[in-house]
């Protein structure tokens, strides 16, 4: 466990991690959204922003603009993003709201944006755009929810064409919609080519996979990532992984992570449904309730996947999240993030270890 990176007066909220490769230089980057200038809140403006680390723990470079949304004018608060390579750019997809962000007046319906480039090495700024609708200055919609509170936050990306999935098809996007009217925790799954302008149904509504206690606020599970070279994948597919975290009933200031999510094989169709499990989880804080970890997201490869490299059957990578208190007060809302500005902010790491029995 290693404090990762401080970033004070930042908002640090779900931050994806891609492995080393030749592709980041062999380092490890981390890719997240905040507000874009330290202790302003959104009508400042917010950005997308990098930073990298030669060992996934420490030693990381402060948090560099990858690119911001004071470049176009209908991104108001960018919630995560979630960066994958479909073999010759990058795309990090955004869950946003539409809205001035100078008003910070945003609507309230989320749903997602693209920027794309060719690197995320240094230094990558000059090289990324957002995809805009043509002859506007209007960030272009992946997704089209008209209303309600639209696309989840966990929403998440992988290519799947490397792994058995469509070379015509290969960006997948796994997703919930709050304004799905039979069940809004319910998963779905689209396909999509690289140009990100042509998609195809893959599968949904899903089960979605929940956790919760007497103790606890009820949590759902979404796919985080795919892990390749099961022992059964011939015949059973590549097994996903999901986390998330949660507060207790009666206190919002910490969030905590409980279970970890098993899903069969994200790629499926028909797909079939998760199941979480209760288990040993270690934060880099942890107190009488649990092991602290607001958001955590693990690190994957490029295309969304967790390659076999440990000993005896075990995934190895690391696990990221913010251990700092979230809320003011025990009676905020347990989905707040109240406490974004303030200087304690940061992420922490964790070593995650999965054994296939």
């Known amino acids: 466990m290693n404090n990762g990176l401080n970033f004070p007066n930042h908002a640090m909220y779900e931050p994806p991690v891609i492995l080393p490769s030749a592709l980041t230089n062999n380092q490890y980057i981390m890719v997240f959204t905040s507000n874009l200038i330290a202790g302003y809140g959104i009508q400042y403006g917010g ?13 990381w470079t402060t948090p560099s603009v990858l690119i911001e949304n004071i470049t176009v004018d209908n991104i108001c608060d960018m919630a995560d993003a979630r960066p994958v390579w479909d073999g010759s750019r990058w795309h990090i997809f955004i869950q946003a709201v539409t809205g001035n962000y100078k008003s910070g007046s945003c609507s309230p319906t989320n749903n997602v944006y693209e920027a794309v480039g060719t690197r995320l090495s240094n230094p990558p700024s000059i090289d990324w755009n957002w995809v805009l609708q043509p002859g506007t200055s209007h960030a272009q919609q992946v997704t089209y929810v008209t209303s309600g509170v639209g696309i989840g936050e966990d929403m998440q990306w992988f290519n799947t064409a490397p792994y ?10 796994t997703y919930n919609n709050w304004s799905y009217s039979t069940d809004p925790t319910y998963l ?5 080519n690289t140009g990100v302008n042509a998609s195809a149904y893959l599968y949904g509504p899903v089960f979605t996979p929940s956790d919760g206690t007497p103790y606890f606020n009820t949590v759902y599970y979404y796919p985080d990532a795919i ?23 009666t206190d919002a200031r910490y969030s905590y992570a409980v279970a970890i999510a098993y899903f069969p094989d994200p790629q499926s169709h028909p797909a079939q449904w998760g199941t979480p499990y209760a288990g040993p989880l270690e934060s880099r804080t942890m107190d009488s309730v649990g092991p602290r970890m607001f958001r955590p997201k693990v690190a994957r490869n490029e295309y969304g996947f967790i390659p076999r ?14 251990d700092t208190q979230i809320n003011g007060s025990a009676n ?7 406490r974004y ?8 790491v964790t070593q995650l270890q999965i054994s296939e029995q």
């Open 188 to 192: 779905f799954a689209y396909l999509f």
């Open 341 to 348: 500005l303030q200087s304690d902010q940061r992420f922490s």
């Open 227 to 249: 892990l390749l070279g099961s022992l059964d994948a011939a015949t059973l597919g590549n097994p996903g992984i999901g986390f998330e975290s949660t507060c207790p009933l």
């Open 164 to 173: 058995g999935g469509l070379a015509s098809y290969p960006l997948m996007i």
């Open 47 to 59: 950005a997308v922003f990098y930073s990298t680390s030669p060992n996934g723990v420490g030693n």
């Open 309 to 322: 490299n440990g000993p005896n059957n075990t995934w190895l990578t690391h696990w990221y999240y913010n």
């Open 332 to 338: 905020n809302s347990c989905a707040g993030y109240g």
